[in-house]
């Protein structure tokens, strides 16, 4: 399984820290963490899709919370972790819809946790696991353009340009992600209504160009909702 994470913290010791418990917390699993470290919270790869944002809160420039509002307008649904020595502040972290609150002084302990809350499987995270290779890859919904299916199988298509193929029904795939953005289009698609850049005759166009063809009453259907994201 693999988990890609940012961890954002202005001290360099406590990003030591953080990277050696990953390695604890790691060892002898099945899961590989794919993390980048950053020390300057002005970072604008901060941005980027991660499965999980770890974030200090006392930083020069930006505040973590500051940050977190900016990760929150881009992604609804992101995954957002404080970290801090600062146990006073937890209750301004829950105001933010704060996956976890992660505190320095009990590090490993509290990262443990913070995983075991994002891999339960009744986690209403929005995220989609698959197997390929023998290996198990744990997909944001956000990170996901469109699927399709094709026999027993079903082709996604991710927003970095990547197309994986997989043995898993749209219909599991429809209710694992659980989501309000990923939603059905028909019996054959899956579509992230965050990617849709325009409707013609019978045709959802993607934003990397790609075209569905539906029918006028998905096409309908798929617009209504397109348009209550827009208005959220």
Request: aromatic share 8%; net charge negative.
């Amino acid at each position: 399984m693999i988990i890609k994470c940012a961890i954002v913290d202005d001290d360099k010791n406590d990003l030591e820290r953080i990277r050696s418990a990953f390695e604890k917390l790691s060892f002898g699993t099945d899961i590989d963490f794919i993390n980048d470290y950053y020390t300057d919270p002005n970072n604008p790869a901060i941005l980027n899709s991660y499965s999980i944002h770890i974030l200090d809160i006392d930083m020069p420039g930006i505040r973590g919370f500051d940050l977190a509002h900016q990760l929150s307008r881009k992604n609804p649904h992101a995954v957002i972790c404080f970290c801090t020595n600062h146990d006073d502040l937890v209750y301004e972290a829950l105001e933010l819809n704060t996956f976890f609150f992660i505190r320095k002084d009990h590090l490993t302990e509290d990262l443990y946790k913070a995983l075991q809350k994002y891999l339960a499987p009744d986690s209403s995270v929005n995220k989609l696991l698959i197997h390929i290779d023998n290996r198990s890859l744990v997909l944001n919904g956000d990170d996901i353009m469109f699927i399709s299916v094709a026999g027993n199988n079903s082709t996604i298509r991710l927003t970095d340009g990547t197309t994986l193929t997989v043995r898993k029904s749209l219909k599991s795939i429809a209710e694992e992600i659980c989501s309000e953005t990923v939603v059905p289009a028909g019996k054959s698609y899956i579509i992230n209504l965050s990617c849709i850049s325009a409707f013609e005759k019978n045709t959802i166009v993607m934003r990397d160009a790609s075209r569905i063809a539906v029918s006028p009453g998905i096409l309908r259907n798929t617009k209504n909702l397109f348009m209550k994201h827009m208005m959220r």
